[in-house]
């Protein structure tokens, strides 16, 4: 992996190049091992129905626990599996996983899990997915699939075949990451999706900046004259929500309804029938669990 090949075509390196490829292919070897030792796992995030307050669903975002007890992040290790050809096991295990959960959750609550764009290459996609609904006995309505954009760009085709395979029999779909990257208007009439996610960046300055209310407020007004619904992601505050609802925005997801958390912390998300209707007091407690759950994720001094 040399950086630059030099006009006599001899590769160099750059210091620090041989460290940064070392502690990659020390990672890539953790994570083969981990995705066989059961290491890796969803958190689940809720999704908020932002009129009524009711948990629509959760987002699974994987997670890896090392023999150590340390909780890595995905930022630590998604990217090393798509290089290292090791994405497509992290997926169906989470999906398996998330597969297995959903059956316990009420019948109207969904799951949403994250499609890495290089798996569009994979032809047998959506067969393997929908092959592990029928063995896992979980109706396709139940299942989400978020994708991202720039999956869109190198491999078009078989993205929109795969996602019509998939929407056939009832998986719905979401663009992740909107307005980020390789966003083109072009995609919302021309792919087959349901849902539209606004990207936690507009979200993050909705308080503050007119110009970001204002985008946020015509994307969510184009989408749903596209027929699409719309999800916020990163809402962290009161403030954020009550802004995203007054725009029209279905569904909210953020900090501030909770943390993604481990399937055990995730009771009173069923239990209260609605965020807005719980008492404040209540909320607080049952979110501390999920906080202090999430909590220990950051830390690398967590005890196993
Ligand atoms: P994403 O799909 O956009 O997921 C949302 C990310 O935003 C999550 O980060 C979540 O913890 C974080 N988040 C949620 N609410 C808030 C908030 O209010 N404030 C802030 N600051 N952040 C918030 P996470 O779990 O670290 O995941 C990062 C990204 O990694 C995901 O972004 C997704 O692109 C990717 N990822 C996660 N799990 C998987 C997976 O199983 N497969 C693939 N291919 N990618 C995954
Ligand atoms: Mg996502
Ligand atoms: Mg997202
Ligand atoms: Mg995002």
């Known amino acids: 992996r040399a950086k630059e090949i030099g006009s006599n075509g001899i590769a160099y390196f750059e210091p620090g190049m041989e460290q ?31 009129e009524t307050g009711d948990t629509v669903g959760f987002e699974a975002l994987a997670r890896w626990k090392t023999p150590g007890g340390l909780v890595r992040l995905p930022i630590d290790f998604i990217s090393i599996a798509e290089q290292c050809g090791l994405i497509s096991d ?102 087959p999706i349901d849902k539209l996610k606004i990207d936690r960046s507009f979200v993050e300055n909705l308080d503050n900046d007119e110009a970001s209310r204002t985008i946020v407020r015509a994307v969510t007004g184009l989408a749903h004259n596209l027929g699409l619904t719309v999800v916020a992601e990163g809402i962290e505050t009161q403030e954020n929500a009550s802004h995203l609802s007054q725009f029209g925005c279905d569904f909210g997801q953020g900090y501030y309804f909770g943390r993604p958390a481990a399937a055990q912390f995730l009771m009173p998300f069923f239990n209260q029938e609605s965020w807005i209707k719980i008492s404040d007091n209540l909320s607080k407690i049952s979110n501390q669990e999920i906080v202090a759950q999430e909590h220990n994720v950051h830390s690398h001094h967590t005890a196993k």
């Open 20 to 50: 940064a490829a070392l502690r990659r292919s020390t990672i890539e070897l953790e994570l083969r091992n981990a995705l066989t030792s059961g290491e890796i796992y969803p958190h689940y995030q809720p999704l908020i129905d932002l």
């Open 90 to 191: 992290l997926f169906f295990t989470i999906l398996r996983a998330a597969c297995v959960d959903v059956r316990n959750w009420p019948a109207h609550c969904h799951v949403a899990i994250n499609l890495s764009p290089v798996q569009f290459s994979d032809p047998e996609l959506a067969q393997r997915i929908l092959g592990v609904l029928i063995e896992t006995g979980v109706a396709p309505g139940r299942i989400e699939i978020e994708i991202t954009e720039s999956a869109l760009v190198s491999d078009l085709d078989n993205a929109i075949a795969t996602i019509i395979s998939l929407k056939n029999q009832g998986v719905r779909i979401s663009l992740d990451d909107f307005g980020t990257g390789y966003s083109s208007l072009r995609h919302l009439s021309d792919l």
